[in-house]
Nanobody
Framework: QVHLVESGGGLAQPGGSLRLSCAAS????????MAWARQVPGQGLEWLAG????????FVDVSVIDRFSISRDNANNRLYLQMNSLKPEDTGLYYC?????????????WGRGTQVTVSS
């Protein structure tokens, strides 16, 4: 059974940084693409970043490309989202998402999310 557990969220000040982590289990992590998405209250789901199973390709949404980066550690079944220069509009629930193939774009499993609040 796929299990995705996000951590690293919390309260951050504007201009600060957070590193989100996703612990994956129940599947062969190194075989699947992964992604991060966020849900902001009153808005639709935003796809922030995705990465291939072997890290050979990745994307970061243009809205955060100068501040966020995605990475993974296949040896430890971990996905990361490094978030710098945080803004109040980055407040939301951040999800770790598993792709159904080795690339990003088609997804089949979600974590429960970790809350990020950016406020002074």
């Amino acid at each position: 059974q796929v299990h995705l557990v996000e951590s690293g969220g919390g309260l951050a000040q504007p201009g600060g940084s957070l590193r989100l982590s996703c612990a994956a289990s129940g599947f062969t992590f190194s075989n699947f693409g992964m992604a991060w998405a966020r849900q902001v209250p009153g808005q639709g789901l935003e796809w922030l970043a995705g990465i291939y199973s072997d890290s050979s390709d990745s994307f970061v949404d243009v809205s955060v490309i100068d501040r966020f980066s995605i990475s993974r550690d296949n040896a430890n079944n971990r996905l990361y989202l490094q978030m710098n220069s945080l803004k109040p509009e980055d407040t939301g629930l951040y999800y770790c998402v598993k792709a159904s193939r080795n690339y990003y774009g088609e997804y089949d499993s979600w974590g429960r999310g970790t809350q990020v609040t950016v406020s002074s």
